[in-house]
């Protein structure tokens, strides 16, 4: 490794570190693999795996939403591994790598024998193709831009087992992002086909190089992914090597909570998915264990669009912040695997800064800043100001955990307050039209998971997510540091002024750290997730 | 031969109206299928690049063509693709049609099962209270919502009594629970005109006539009630299509089987217009042929009807007793 590598590296792992302390009050972090158990990992057998929802697209970098994430996560390969515990940056199917000063150019020395399951070798031609869709698109076959891939400009394939990447402008990002899922290496084959090929009906269609390959789909209901025999490149830092463990794994798509929660109780299946809160008391009073690994990128929180004239005044902001009861919800709703936001970042995000003091419930405090604003108690409670009632609108979000009793929750709270929040549900048609509109929705409740500091400029930059349809140049220019700054301590602090930004201009509300969920049979040993929390089944075996 | 070839033609038209309706009224939603797949949140686009990608997939060709393209399509038997997916909308039809098939007709056969055991049970009973608590079952199964019935039955014989699993059933245990969640509610209406259907023909003076001869309560009931009583239950069934649709969406999402219920319901959620369109249609085509069944079995059930078909021949009187009943 080059010395630039290493203090990257080096970097890297201070950073995971003061996560890591930071994460102290969060959950147990899921059992290491296979080590951690007394017994001998054993060979063979099936998994049932029940997941929630059907997958939509195995593209990979639109593997964010989690059924999708599930499946193009065992069977792609990436550059890089993310260590999900110290979230270090290691090797897998790339041995080593050099980054430039201004990180403008990535060079990856590649693994030799590493082979796409179609047998076609993964060479540095191979790789440079992938990253050339994922970094610039493809708008012929309706392949999208990685949100995770900033300012990529071209690769350049020096031999077969070496490849460069150029940037246009730094992206320090750009190393964190060649392990996530949204990167998953796939045959260049695969990556000739349209975006529709990537969808169901097609899943075995898919080529990557990683543990698993699909063998079988029933369109909408079912996967069956078997083991392939020759896999021999795990990341080395795994005490695990070879193939995996399991032979086949079923994954039955089963959208009724109380039947995937009965299936495992009832012992026809091994291992679910989203364990809602309201039932993870009965998995664990019935002897399965829970897992809630965290997503650690942006809370679950509420986001003011500043744009919709009601919100304009930063005192109606603050006095909306303060006058949310997160830990309530939490207790209400919610268990322990959520805890209660003290950032807009969770606490096991890379560059999370504390920002209680800016989110203290406190409704006395927001009283007077109504006041101060203007907005006096009207007849009903609500309070209104020349003639408006401070009445403001925010759709049930469908992705989001419990969403609906949330703002429910939420809305009685601001109701005490002299503020009415009406919480609406819509057809999937009106809701993907009014969230773009900051007077239909100038409440937006949303998260969003990744183990980089780059996640926070996808959701708020106005060139990525923009939930808060902001038109603010600062808080673009604040974002663009994080992304762009080589030096990984200003990176850092970049970071920070960014929570800062927000939790001053009380841009958001944030409520609670988001986990996954995970419930599984005491026998299913070597449960892992990849650093945001989607289920990995390399180290997974049958004690039975 | 004449009649035959109007019916068909007033199917083709229904199916036609059925078929434009539904295109507008898709048309008419707010937002659309590529916009809700795109702006997911989850896949992090942004505005430039939904815009391209909308370009890509040339949404904004005028109304008119599409209609012409859409329809042009389903004449030469093809559906389009799925919008949140990609998949050609013929495959996952040709997935899930068999699936809700097998579920609808074997739970329609159990749901005739036990409509005639309940109408007949509670015919023949001699206890007052008997006879009142069968007759007060079909309300009762007509209110019971199928998701809650479905989730019941899996917790009770999957989950407690584990008499047949849920999870990765064969395909023969894998409708039993379905079948019977789907069953309930749809035997309710045909156990209710049955039982009517029954009271009214038992009051018919050819009855009395019959028990006069010294006839026994049950014969009555198999010879001469029942065949009677077929005929306004056999209208029913063609309502009752409705019926089985609707439960299998709701049984379908419920046991996470593959069908067109399932599929209709994700693509509601998604919005997915080629989907959509293509079930429509085909559901309006499983109607059409239904009740097109219902009216040529009519003449084969009922000889007054026969004779009506045949010839020019008025209806019959309202007066006429009921022959096959007065023949025994």
């Known amino acids: 490794m080059s010395r630039i590598t290493r203090t990257l590296a080096a970097a890297t792992a201070a950073l995971a570190t003061a996560a890591l302390l930071a994460a102290c009050a969060g959950t147990a972090a899921p059992e290491a693999g296979g080590g951690a158990d007394s017994a001998t990992p054993v060979s063979g057998g099936t998994l049932t795996y029940l997941e929630y929802q059907a997958f939509t697209n195995l593209y990979p970098p639109q593997a964010g939403f989690y059924p999708n994430g599930a499946v193009v996560g065992n069977v792609a390969a990436r550059l890089t591994y993310q ?28 693994r030799d024998g590493v082979t796409f399951s179609d047998g076609t070798p993964v060479d540095a031609a191979a790789v440079a193709k992938n990253f050339d869709v994922y970094g610039l698109g493809n708008k012929e076959l309706a392949l999208t831009i990685s ?37 998953g290496i796939l045959s260049p084959a695969t990556l000739d086909l349209p975006l529709e090929k990537f ?82 008391a009965a998995v664990e009073s019935a002897g399965f264990t829970l897992y809630g690994p965290q997503t650690r990128g942006v809370n679950n929180s509420l986001n003011l669009r500043f744009t919709n004239p009601l919100l304009s005044d930063l005192r109606v902001r603050q006095a909306l ?82 969403s609906k009793q949330t703002l429910e929750l939420v809305s009685q709270q601001l109701k005490a307050i002299g503020v009415e929040l009406n919480v609406k549900a819509a057809d999937a048609g009106s809701y993907a039209e009014d969230i773009k509109d900051p007077l239909k929705t100038p409440l937006y409740h949303s998260m969003v998971g990744r183990a980089d500091l780059d996640v926070i400029k996808s959701q708020f930059h106005t060139k990525n997510r923009n939930v808060l349809l902001s038109n603010d140049t600062k808080l673009d220019a604040l974002l663009e540091t994080v992304a762009s700054e080589p030096d990984p301590a200003k990176r850092l602090d970049a970071d920070a002024a960014v929570q800062d930004y927000l939790a001053e201009q009380a841009y958001v509300i944030p409520l609670f750290e988001e986990p996954q969920v995970y419930g599984a049979a005491d026998y299913v040993k070597g449960v892992e997730f990849e650093s945001v929390g989607r289920p990995v089944f390399y180290d997974v075996w049958l004690n039975k | 031969m004449k009649h035959v070839l109007a019916r068909i033609g007033q199917a083709a038209v229904v199916l036609f109206v059925a078929f434009a309706a539904t295109f507008v009224l898709l048309q008419a939603l707010p937002g659309d299928a590529l916009m809700i797949k795109f702006e997911n949140p989850e896949l992090g686009l942004s505005v430039e690049q939904i815009a391209a990608l909308r370009e890509t ?83 009762v199964f007509v209110s019971v919502p199928v998701f809650w019935l479905g989730i019941v039955l899996i917790q009770v014989f999957s989950f407690q009594l584990k008499v047949v699993p849920v999870i990765g059933a064969d395909p023969l245990q894998g ?150 009943g007065a023949a025994a």
């Open chain 1, 199 to 280: 969808g169901a009906g097609n899943a075995a269609a898919i080529i990557g190089a990683g543990p698993f390959v699909i063998s079988d789909e029933k369109l909408g209901t079912e996967l069956t992914f078997t083991a392939r025999d020759d896999y021999d490149w795990a990341p080395p830092s795994l005490t695990h090597q070879g193939r995996a463990y399991l032979d086949k794994i079923h994954l039955i798509v089963t959208p009724e909570d109380s039947v995937r929660i009965g299936g495992l109780t009832s012992g026809q299946a091994d291992y679910v998915r989203y364990v809602q809160a309201f039932d993870e």
């Open chain 1, 321 to 402: 912040v303060a006058g949310v009861n997160a830990q309530e919800i939490v207790d209400t709703l919610f268990t322990s695997n959520y805890p209660v936001a003290t950032s807009s970042l969770s606490s096991t995000a890379l560059g999370y800064k504390d920002e209680s003091e800016h989110l203290a419930f406190d409704p006395k405090k927001s009283a007077k800043l109504l006041d101060a604003a203007g907005w006096t108690e009207g007849a009903d409670g609500i309070r209104e100001k020349d003639g408006t009632r401070l009445s403001l609108d925010v759709y049930e979000a469908k992705p989001q955990p419990l």
């Open chain 2, 175 to 324: 409708l039993i629970l379905p079948v019977l969640t789907l069953a309930v509610p749809i035997s309710a209406p045909l156990a209710q005109i049955l039982v009517r259907s029954i009271d009214e023909v038992e009051l018919a003076p050819f009855v009395s006539v019959v028990r006069a001869k010294g006839a026994s309560r049950r014969r009555v009931l198999w010879n001469n009630v029942a065949k009677n009583a077929i005929l306004p239950t056999v209208t029913i069934a063609g309502v009752l299509l409705g019926e089985l649709i609707g439960g299998a969406v709701v049984t379908e999402t419920v046991f996470g089987r593959t069908g067109i219920g399932r599929l209709t319901e994700q693509a509601v959620s998604a919005q997915d217009t080629p989907v959509l369109q293509a079930i429509v249609v085909l559901s309006a085509l499983a109607f059409v042929l239904t009740n097109l069944a219902v009216d040529l079995l009519y003449p084969v059930l009922d000889p007054r009807l026969r004779r009506l078909s045949r010839g020019n021949a008025r209806p019959a009187p309202a007066a006429t007793p009921v022959l096959e």
């Open chain 2, 57 to 139: 997939y040339g949404v904004d060709i005028p109304l008119p063509q599409q209609f012409w393209h859409t329809l042009s399509g389903f004449l030469a038997g093809d559906f389009g693709y799925s919008i949140q997916s990609g998949t050609p909308v013929t495959q996952m039809l040709a997935e899930a049609a068999p699936q809700t098939i097998t579920l609808a007709l074997t739970a329609f056969l159990l749901a005739v099962l036990i409509a005639v055991s309940l109408a007949f049970l509670s015919s023949l009973t001699r206890f007052a209270w008997l006879r009142g608590f069968l007759r007060g079952l079909p309300g």
């Open chain 1, 147 to 183: 949100e995770a891939i900033n300012n990529y400009a071209s690769s350049e394939v020096v031999d077969a087992s070496t490849v460069k990447f150029h940037f246009s402008a730094p992206a320090p990002g750009f190393l964190q992002a060649t392990s996530t899922i949204n990167s």
């Open chain 1, 83 to 110: 260590n999900p515990e110290s979230l270090e940056i290691e090797p897998w199917i790339a041995d080593s790598w050099e980054v430039n000063a201004d990180a403008t150019e990535y060079t990856f020395t590649l």
